[in-house]
């Protein structure tokens, strides 16, 4: 039997996709606006919507905080960004700016540091570049790019002699 890709996506009744909602957001934490589209994706309007997020709220299956602070270390730890491109991310998922500075407080600053060293050291070591100048730039866009911030970047490049 064929898919077709054309194929609508289910609708649900509001019920189902309040059921469905409790599941998804017990498998992970999710932000408000993640959420929000779900339900419009699953076929609902905007007032049966907005009620199902006040009740995953109240319920705490939704939790903005809580959300945050997972992102944030979640993307830290695993995926080594650093805090631009985290509170980015959390932007993106329209999380207020109280939450993200709060949740980005919760990295730790010697913590902080060692990922950035981390990161530079192993990019450092698969760069086949000879010229300082070209490698120093190359480690400081990589890390730029993970999120880092540049002031940072240059003063552990410097300290650490990796060009």
């Known amino acids: 039997m064929m898919l077709d890709p054309e194929s609508k996506p289910k609708i649900y009744t509001k019920d189902q996709a309040a059921k469905k909602a409790e599941h998804y957001c017990a498998y992970q934490e ?39 602070l997972a992102y944030t270390l979640g993307k830290f730890r695993i995926t080594g960004w650093g805090k631009l491109k985290i509170k980015q ?18 990295i730790d600053g010697d913590d902080y540091l060692q990922k950035l060293l981390q990161i530079l050291t192993k990019k450092s070591a698969v760069l086949h570049e000879k010229d300082a100048f070209k490698k120093r730039y190359k480690l400081i866009q990589y890390a730029a790019y993970k999120g880092f911030e540049r002031d940072l970047i240059s003063e552990l490049l410097k300290d650490n002699h990796l060009t």
């Open 89 to 106: 991310g959390l932007k993106f998922k329209r999380v207020s700016d109280k939450l993200i500075t709060k949740s980005l407080s919760k």
């Open 30 to 68: 999710r932000s408000q606006q993640e959420m929000r589209n779900k339900l419009y994706e699953w076929g609902l309007h905007q007032a049966e919507v907005e009620q199902i997020i006040a009740d995953l709220i109240e319920n705490n299956f939704l939790n903005e905080e809580r959300f945050a």
